[in-house]
Antibody, heavy 117, light 110 residues
Framework: QVQLQESGPGLVKPSETLSLTCTVSGDSITSSYWSWIRQPPGRGLEWIGFIYYTGSTNYNPSLKSRVTMSLDTSKNQFSLRLSSVSAADTAIYYC???????????WGQGTLVTVSS | QSALTQPASVSGSPGQSITISCTGTSSDIGGYNYVSWYQQHPGKAPKLMIYDVSNRPSGVSPRFSGSKSGNTASLTISGLQAEDEADYYCSSYTTSSTLVFGGGTKLTVL
């Protein structure tokens, strides 16, 4: 059973960097592409980007200048960093594993990150 | 990249069928058969219901079906049940190897 679990601070100050980690169990992080997706409260889903175990990444063009993804194969984890955050980045952040071509069969439970001073 | 276009809301009575549309462009829906549909209940993570336009993951009811014509994809739910009341999102792979979601559709079972 594949399980994903997001972790990280629930509160980030404006202009600082949001950092989240997704821990994968029941599967190897070398097996697939891994994505981050977010959902502002009461709004729709937004894909942030993906990372492959080789380190290859691709990001949503609207966030590309602020996003960095990385992974740690020894810990079976991958991470998200989003810089220069504002209130508009307040959202539930999900990590997910695809079936293929960015179609997500496995999701974490999501973690709410609030940007506020 | 612009979000795919979905109706904000649809409704139907138990036992009826409903269809949710999702319109994109030739750079996303029209160019690839990598369209997915997700069901999201309040406070829960999205659940994959359809992938590759019309394939159902294991465990998803056959009452859910997907199709595509040109730049528009559709999700049909037949034999509506109270538990189907949820938000539904479409998504599509794009020419830039990125992903775009629809704005979401709230399904109300009357």
């Amino acid at each position: 059973q594949v399980q994903l679990q997001e972790s990280g601070p629930g509160l980030v100050k404006p202009s600082e960097t949001l950092s989240l980690t997704c821990t994968v169990s029941g599967d190897s992080i070398t097996s697939s592409y891994w994505s981050w997706i977010r959902q502002p409260p009461g709004r729709g889903l937004e894909w942030i980007g993906f990372i492959y175990y080789t380190g290859s990444t691709n990001y949503n063009p609207s966030l590309k200048s602020r996003v960095t993804m990385s992974l740690d194969t020894s810990k079976n984890q991958f991470s998200l960093r989003l810089s220069s955050v504002s209130a508009a980045d307040t959202a539930i952040y999900y990590c997910a594993r695809e079936v293929h071509y960015l179609q997500f069969e496995y999701w974490g439970q999501g973690t709410l990150v609030t940007v506020s001073s | 990249q612009s979000a795919l276009t979905q109706p904000a809301s649809v409704s139907g009575s138990p036992g009826q069928s409903i269809t949710i549309s999702c319109t994109g462009t030739s750079s996303d829906i029209g160019g690839y058969n990598y369209v997915s549909w997700y069901q999201q209940h309040p406070g829960k993570a999205p659940k994959l219901m359809i992938y590759d336009v019309s394939n159902r993951p294991s465990g998803v009811s056959p009452r859910f079906s997907g199709s595509k014509s040109g730049n528009t994809a559709s999700l049909t739910i037949s034999g509506l049940q109270a538990e189907d009341e949820a938000d539904y999102y479409c998504s599509s792979y794009t020419t830039s190897s990125t992903l775009v979601f629809g704005g979401g559709t709230k399904l109300t079972v009357l």
